[in-house]
């Protein structure tokens, strides 16, 4: 069909039928919240190979009851679908539950019975097993390890999904890396980062690369500042021991802000293949140098509004530097980019839930519209997914006035009948078709971790001098720390001018 986008081109062939996947970490949080849900998702929609079975594996011990009960406490009926509960049934059906240890041989090799049983049964020879790891990071090498030595099929293909946290720091990356490239090929390899599975993250290649209106203004001589920002109204609500082992740049700036900056700025790929986009990702995030301190700001939350303090948690040790909140700005060192500041911010216990591109362009500098506000470009990434650009219009009326509105498109008014999949389902899908263009390459997340490892060790103590970073405290349910307006504005960014509104009920609020 003219103007369709072509399927993206895999490195490995797609999965269609005679395949098993095991979730290794099924009685978790991860697993229970995300994975099964979509798998549910993409099983009710026929989207998983035919005669698919899925074997949940994890230490708990349960029988299959529990883990069913378990496996389908979080599958919602968005639609009011009448066959819903006929679909949790027979995905019950194809599910399975079996426990042993992560780190035994002979725990691996009982698992690899029960796969031979159900492939028993398959029709013709090839027989193909998918490993999601919904796991620890700790257990990430000796259970790929195992797996490899125990379960590895030696007629199909054998895939294995791993989440992040991928490392500390570059020399923990590296480590894990290469322990991990001992045993599986980069092609068997699917790192997921959820956030390359959001609809409007996949959308900004299309919005970039398909609309001349925008690739040609898409560079430092239009646009004056880019904010890429995270933000979540809850605190770590009991995890965080857990929370303080990473921090906010470990879990959100270095990989899901990073991977959404990258596609902003990448040049326009040769194709759709899924080297082809990563090697454009790859360079582009080489030419950002490290974070500077002095582009640094970081701020953790005190008890406010009724809510406790991060170090009120008692998991959390009493005298914690971790912050609960960073902005960083980094500069891309190339022609398209130079001068540019790229603002990453996150947070948690913020005043609100939101994920957006917020790409601001220059002042218009001269004749009779000089002193109007900027044009910006905003991905609302979540919730609400929407793309609006704000313009300047002539205010209604006799006279000449302009003032700010906005062109609209969001997601739910315009697509009212249409699915969106989740994350989880999309990047699963893909993991089955073979397709690589929305997982991490190895060198991708080399150069990530160069870019923060520096302020990393400093918020650590690990950086040159004993010197350590000011964390500057913030209310819970507040905007951030008080300096962020400062740390913002000190890139170049303003602030549309205080009388703009959405939508325009009143001309003479105008």
Not at 23 to 50: E, I, Q
Not at 240 to 254: C, K, M, N, S, W
């Amino acid at each position: 069909m003219s103007g369709s986008v072509p399927s993206a081109e895999g490195g490995t062939a797609p999965l269609t039928n005679n395949t098993i996947i095991v979730v290794l970490g099924a009685s978790g949080d991860l697993a229970k919240k995300k994975t099964f849900p979509a798998l549910f998702g993409l099983f009710k929609n026929d989207g998983l190979p035919k005669g698919i079975k899925i074997i949940g594996y994890a230490r708990t011990k349960m029988d299959q009851d529990e883990f069913h009960k378990r496996a389908t406490s979080y599958l919602k009926n968005k639609n009011d679908d009448p066959k819903f509960e006929t679909y949790v049934n027979d995905f019950k059906s194809i599910s399975s539950y079996h426990n042993g240890g992560y780190e035994d041989d002979e725990s691996f090799q009982k698992l690899n019975s029960e796969l031979e049983k159900i492939e028993a049964n398959y029709k013709g020879e090839e027989v193909n097993r998918v490993f999601y790891l919904a796991l620890p990071p700790t257990v990430f090498i000796p259970v790929a390890e195992h797996l490899k030595r125990n379960c590895y099929s030696k007629k199909g293909v054998n895939r294995i999904i791993v989440e992040k946290p991928f490392g500390k720091d570059l020399q923990s990356y590296r480590e894990l890396v290469t322990k991990l490239k001992a045993q599986w090929t980069e092609d068997e390899t699917f790192r997921i980062d959820h956030y390359l599975g959001k609809e409007m993250v996949k959308n900004i290649l299309v919005l970039r690369f398909a609309n001349m209106a925008l690739s040609s203004s898409w560079d430092r001589n239009s646009i004056s500042n880019v904010q890429i920002t995270f933000k979540e109204p809850f605190g770590t609500e009991g995890r965080g021991g857990y929370f303080d082992e990473f921090g906010i740049i470990r879990d959100v700036l270095q990989n899901h802000l990073l991977q959404v900056l990258s596609i902003l700025t990448m040049e326009s790929p040769v194709s759709f293949s899924a080297e082809d986009i990563r090697d454009e990702k790859v360079k582009v995030l080489r030419a950002i140098a490290p974070v500077e301190r002095k582009d640094t700001l970081l701020g953790q939350y005190v008890a406010a509004n009724g809510k406790p303090g991060y170090l009120d948690d008692d998991t959390v040790p009493k005298n914690s530097n971790c912050p609960t909140f960073a902005a960083t700005t980094l500069w891309i060192n190339n022609p398209r980019w130079e001068g540019v500041p790229f603002i990453l911010k996150a947070g948690k216990a913020l005043n609100e839930a939101k994920v957006e591109a917020r790409i601001q362009f220059k002042d218009v500098t001269r004749g009779i519209f000089k002193d109007i506000a900027r044009n910006e470009l905003v991905i609302r990434i979540q919730p609400s997914e929407a793309v609006y650009l704000k313009l300047n219009v002539k205010k209604p009326g006799f006279g000449m006035g302009a003032f700010a509105s906005e062109m609209d498109l969001t997601y739910k008014r315009r697509f009212e009948d249409m699915h969106i999949p989740e994350a989880y389902e999309s990047l699963i899908l893909d993991a089955l078709k073979g397709d690589h263009s929305n997982f991490v390459r190895d060198d991708e997340l080399d150069v990530a971790w160069k870019i923060f490892t520096p302020i990393l060790h400093w918020i650590e103590g690990k950086g040159t001098g004993n010197d350590l970073p000011k964390i500057h405290r913030y209310p819970y349910g507040s905007r951030g720390p008080e300096k962020l307006d400062e740390f913002i504005n000190g890139y170049g960014f303003k602030r549309i001018n205080a009388g703009y509104v959405w939508p325009v009920t009143n001309l003479a609020s105008l």
